[in-house]
């Protein structure tokens, strides 16, 4: 009996049909198990300002890399498949180039299109803190510039993760000052100096910057927040014996500028994403 | 396709109707008479190596003209989508609620690209644009090249399973929660690999392009890719298409021999056609290589319903 062409492509189509669904049943399995596999490790990518919690994060995310490009002093990267399915979603190492709100405006969550990092809180903020700063003052001076109003509140909007200290190393805790540039030679990474004249609010490198510090505060100085984020607390011991230490505030933006700065060796700050804390 | 089969062929040419017939000269000698083009091919690499360029060029130079890479770019602050990466989203969204945060740019860069790849052909998208296919391109020249020496046999296969692979694709995400295909979708890899700097997930690249040289011809193009998938459903209505004039064809089916998707040019075949114009459908993805080869100028890119307008 001879088969027609239909019959041969039908069954042609069954059989070769079978095996992609197999395979899609394939990369299933696979997928959910490297899922597993992720949870913890996803948990150590610090993801760019504004971004929704991790579980919507993944999905939302289509690995187009447009907020690395906007980044102005390239603090945004792309992970590496070393990093499962967080392969090509965007991360911020703060110990290479943390970010310092270079851009003023929250520039990668604005240029998000599918809300991975999302702007409307930050939006929302500009617009509330303009609004009660037009109330505070009715009649502005020259100065007034509704920018700086709204990107200060942006900024402080922010919640990547919070700065953790570990006071064994810290140079303050242990009454140590520090002399000379924070990082070792060679090292690419920039930053914005937080008390900058008007035509310095260019981002300049780290080891421009020279500090002479009887106790070292580079955290708390150079935090692009200010105090409502990290300060220097003093802390008197049983001995009568005061001591100084850097003190994270419920102000953390987790942007990682004093990470970058932290002088001693190893690292005496880390960021840790509120997932973990 | 399977309706129009349905259709009763016309009954094939006669011997003196065929084009070499009416010159006079044998078919072998008509063949020969006709240059060797490569003007279509020229063209489309120039477009689609232009256009990685300017994405790798705006994010090396910061010129700013075409931002992000293929998964989704910014092309003169105007927004483009994926389209599979936006279907994908939108699935999953519509199951966890996050659908209402879509961000109004996600939804004009969908509806742009849907418009324009509508305007364009579908998928025109994969032979001028894609670098996958440009890599498989010539990659399906070297497996074409051992199969002629017989060093390898060819293994094909029922071309309908992209459909299942479409669909398959779109509920592992859904069910997973995760854009399954992006971890694993050759053109988002090789335009980030582009516009960032390679990684070791280019192996899979490398795996993928041994497996269509040493096995299957095209195996990723044809018979998986959700992306020419979603491409070839806009492409199916899409006006910009090739148009096939049964009296000017020799029946050589020179162009069958280049086709990246033969079966499209089902109509070439002696006594298949059944109506006197054909026009290649969904699958076909407008790359030029049958309109390059043809003797008789039999096949042409052409704008469906344009010439009853003018």
Redesign the interface.
């Known amino acids: 009996m001879k088969k027609s062409d239909s019959e041969i492509?039908r069954r042609?189509?069954l059989?070769?049909?079978a095996?992609?669904?197999a395979?899609?049943g394939a990369?299933?399995v696979g997928?959910?198990y490297l899922?597993k596999l992720n949870e913890e490790n996803a948990l150590t990518l610090l993801r760019p300002p504004g971004a929704?919690h991790e579980?919507?994060f993944?999905?939302?995310?289509?690995?187009?890399?447009?907020c690395?490009?906007?980044c102005p002093i390239e603090a945004v990267k792309?992970a590496?498949?070393?990093d499962g399915?967080s392969?090509?979603t965007p991360y911020i190492d703060p110990l290479a180039q943390a970010c310092d709100f270079s851009c003023d405006a929250m520039q990668c969550v604005e240029?998000?299109?599918?809300?991975a990092l999302?702007?409307?809180p930050f939006k929302k903020a500009g617009e509330d803190a303009l609004t009660e700063y037009q109330k505070a003052n009715p009649n502005p001076g020259p100065d007034y510039n509704p920018f700086i109003v709204q990107s200060q509140s942006m900024k402080a909007t922010t919640k990547m993760g919070i700065a953790v200290i570990d006071h064994k190393t810290c140079l303050a805790r242990n009454g140590k000052g520090f002399k000379g540039s924070p990082r070792e030679d060679g090292f690419k990474g920039v930053y914005r100096s937080p008390n900058p004249k008007r035509e310095e609010r260019k981002a300049s490198p780290v080891n421009d910057h020279i500090f002479d510090r009887e106790l070292c505060d580079l955290c708390v100085t150079e935090c692009p927040i200010g105090e409502t984020a990290i300060i220097m607390e003093e802390k008197i011991r049983g001995n009568g014996e005061s001591i100084w230490r850097p003190m994270v505030l419920d102000g953390c933006t987790g942007c990682g500028v004093c990470v970058m700065v932290c002088p001693s060796t190893p690292n005496s700050i880390i960021i840790e994403k509120l997932e973990m804390v | 396709m399977i309706n129009l089969k349905k259709l009763t062929p016309i009954p094939a040419k006669r011997r003196e109707e065929m084009p070499n017939s009416k010159l006079g000269i044998t078919f072998k000698e008509w063949k020969a008479s006709k240059p060797n083009k490569h003007k279509w091919r020229n063209i489309r690499w120039g477009v689609l190596l232009f256009f990685n360029f300017l994405f790798w060029a705006?994010?090396a130079f910061d010129i700013?003209v075409l931002?992000?890479?293929l998964?989704?770019?910014?092309f003169l602050g105007i927004?483009l989508?994926?389209p599979f990466?936006a279907l994908?989203?939108i699935f999953?969204g519509s199951r966890?609620g996050?659908f209402t945060?879509?961000?109004m740019?996600?939804f004009i860069?969908f509806f742009i690209i849907l418009m324009f790849y509508f305007l364009l052909g579908g998928r025109s998208f994969c032979s001028w644009l894609c670098p996958y296919h440009f890599l498989a391109e010539n990659a399906e020249k070297l497996h074409n090249y051992f199969v002629k020496k017989r060093k390898i046999k060819e293994h094909t296969?029922?071309i309908?399973?992209k459909y299942?692979?479409w669909v398959?694709?779109l509920?592992?995400?859904v069910?997973?929660?995760?854009?399954?295909f992006?971890?694993?979708n050759p053109v988002?890899i090789i335009s980030?690999a582009i516009?960032?700097g390679p990684?070791?997930?280019l192996l899979w690249i490398v795996v993928l392009l041994l497996f269509e040289i040493v096995y299957s011809k095209r195996f990723w193009c044809r018979?998986v890719c959700p992306i020419g998938v979603t491409y070839s459903f806009i492409g199916k209505l899409s006006p910009t298409t090739i148009k096939f004039d049964l009296s000017k064809c020799g029946h050589c089916r020179d162009c069958q021999d280049v086709c990246l998707v033969p079966h499209e040019l089902w109509f070439v075949k002696r006594g298949e056609a059944t109506k006197e114009i054909h026009f290649a459908g969904a699958d076909c993805t407008r790359c030029g290589l049958c309109v390059d080869v043809c003797y008789g100028d039999a096949l042409s890119y052409s704008i469906r319903g344009f010439d009853k307008i003018t």
Do not use: H, W
């Open positions: 492509d042609q189509f059989k070769n049909g095996f992609a669904v395979a899609i990369v299933g997928v959910n899922k929704i579980d919507e993944i999905y939302a995310c289509i690995k187009c890399g447009l690395v490009q906007i792309l590496g498949i070393s399915l392969y090509g240029t998000c299109p599918t809300a999302d702007f409307i | 705006s994010f700013g931002e992000g890479s998964s989704g770019s910014r927004y989508m994926d990466n994908q989203e999953i966890t996050y945060m879509l961000t740019n996600f860069g296969y029922n309908g399973i299942i692979f398959g694709f509920l592992l995400a069910l997973t929660k995760n854009l399954v992006e971890n694993i988002g980030r516009i960032y990684g070791l997930i018979y």
